[in-house]
């Protein structure tokens, strides 16, 4: 077989890339050896994880209502309907994609595919299915393969109780009692699921504090709030051994954890994600990979190979399904010729926790660590009459300032719907918008987007909703 553009992998990046090249009139096979589009995004990642987070909003929020007056009785929960129904929103959004592939005339070859040198790939059959082709030419590839959970050297304990990210999201049961090992975005997304749902959740961090990289002041608090919802938070600790005792999982710590043992009837380990890039005869190319194993590649997504590209999370941090998005229509556009490259101000991050936390542009602690100039105008949700209304005055918006140009370099919010608010910020930091233009834009009342533009007034000491006058 033969193809113009090749594309490795139909998650998020992979199916954006074709999509995108089959609209500017290539001639496109994309090879997933998965039966179903989508990737790890849609078939065990964000949207899966959100299904069952929206089923934990809901239950938290029928819970808080009885400060205000209005009971409800326990849930009952139907673990099965609820597996169910996460299903169903897979399988539409995935019918949806397939779809999409066969409107635009996209090829869907389902096998591994992996190179036998620069211009010609091989397709390994899946379960030995039948093929009409086992090697694929073309002119250009898009390598779009993702990533896998990553594991702790040492820690490979066999046993249905010990899950990854993909297991915690099967929902085989609700544990009695649960261990996260790790306290990045995704465990504690998945720990917040299972608490909703009843299991005692625990979570073990080696580092001082949860969400390591986001600003602390944003992460205080949801900290807070997990403190009630978890059984347990343990910092600075690491997990030193696990063993099935046939009625549980027997846990050891090393860390200010006592006992340093304890049983759990699951545990998830959720340790960061490590690329798809061996096992694909990279060898057979001119493609480099470093040390973590991620493909190389400039600003147009080419690698070292000039007929191969890569993008995604094999292609490096961050590892999210817009960045992946967002790199493959940039790298189809390359090879259409056109001006593009992958030079974004604002990546945004959301952990979808309760409450959110997200953020766009320059951090506060990267500006630190960078040494870089900066003014932090900070709205704390107190003063928001939205956010009073709702009962959610934790949350806060702030925005990270160059104070020689009074242009926003970064925007950070916690606080119910933080993920949806960010939007805003992604587009001022991407337009180069100064701390004024927020100001001058007139935000609905009342909303939580009002923080936004009461965050900008806090830098000129004139917020409307805030004492806060301008030191000089
Ligand atoms: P993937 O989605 O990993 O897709 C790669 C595809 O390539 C897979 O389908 C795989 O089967 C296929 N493949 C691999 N090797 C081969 C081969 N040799 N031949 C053929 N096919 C191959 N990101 C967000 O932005 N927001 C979120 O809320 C979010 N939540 C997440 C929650 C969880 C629990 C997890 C695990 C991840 C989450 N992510 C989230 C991250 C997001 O899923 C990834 O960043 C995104 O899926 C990466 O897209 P990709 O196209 O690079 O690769």
Known sequence: MKTQLSIIGGGPGGYAAAFLAADLGMEVTLVEMQPRLGGVCLLRGCIPSKALLHVAKVLAEAKYLKQWGVAFSDPAIDIDAVRARKEKVIATLTGGLSQLAKRRKVRVVQARATFENSTTLRLNPIDGAAMDDDRLEFDHCIVATGSAPSTIPGLNLASPRVMDSTGALELPDVPESLLVVGGGYIGL?????????GSRVSVV???GGLLPGADRNLVKP??????????AIWLNTKVTSLVDTGDGVEVTFDGDVEPKTR?????LISVGRRPNSAGLGLENTQVSVNQRGIITVDA???TTDPRILAIGDVAG?????HKASHEGKVAVEALAGKPAAFKPRAIPAVVFTDPEIAWAGLTETQAAAEGR???????PWVASGRAQAVGRTEGLTKWIIDPATERVLGCGIVGPGAGDLIGEAVLAIEMGAAVGDLTDSIHPHPTLTETLGAAAEVYFGTATDLYRPKRE
């Open 373 to 379: 100039q900066m003014a932090v105008a900070q709205f």
């Open 189 to 197: 997304e998945m720990g917040t699921v299972y608490a909703a749902l």
């Open 300 to 302: 147009q997504l080419r």
């Open 205 to 207: 961090e080696m580092t």
């Open 263 to 267: 049983m759990f009837s699951r545990v």
């Open 222 to 231: 949801l900290a807070k709030k997990l403190e009630t919802d978890f059984e």
């Open 317 to 321: 941090d961050p590892m999210l399904a």
